[in-house]
């Protein structure tokens, strides 16, 4: 499966941005779908998960309450909306695809490009 990140860019803290992961080659329906955000200088780090029905989710402490992940199965798309921003969501953002629900980064074998979100204080 091929997934392509896109909807990052440059942002005041506190504003929002909603990314979007378009998959292709395979029905995104059969994987479980994950984001991840690799910041200058540090390992890629889990943000958010949902399940292949979209039932379930799964946030990172950094997340809750500020980050909604969400997919359109009939689209096979996947979105994450970030809100109420901080400098320290400055990161390239990665959407992945697994066979298992969770924020195990070696369980994700599919992974998109990357979309760089700067945040700005």
């Known amino acids: 499966v091929q997934l392509q990140a896109s909807g990052g860019g440059l942002v005041q803290a506190g504003g929002s941005l909603r990314l979007s992961c378009v998959a292709s080659?395979?029905?995104?329906?059969?994987?479980?779908m994950g984001w991840f955000r690799q910041a200058p200088g540090k390992e890629r780090e889990f943000v958010a998960a949902?399940?292949?029905?979209?039932?379930?989710?799964y946030y990172a402490d950094s997340a809750v309450g500020r980050f909604t992940i969400s997919r359109d199965n009939a689209k096979n798309t996947v979105h994450l909306l970030l809100n109420s921003l901080k400098p320290e969501d400055t990161a390239v953002y990665y959407c992945?695809?697994?066979?298992?629900?969770?924020?195990?980064?070696?369980?994700?074998?599919?992974w998109g490009q990357g979309t760089l979100v700067t945040v700005s204080s």
């Open positions: 949902i399940d292949q029905s979209g039932g379930s989710t």
């Open positions: 080659g395979r029905t995104v329906s059969e994987y479980a």
């Open positions: 992945g695809a697994s066979r298992f629900w969770g924020s195990v980064i070696r369980e994700y074998a599919y």
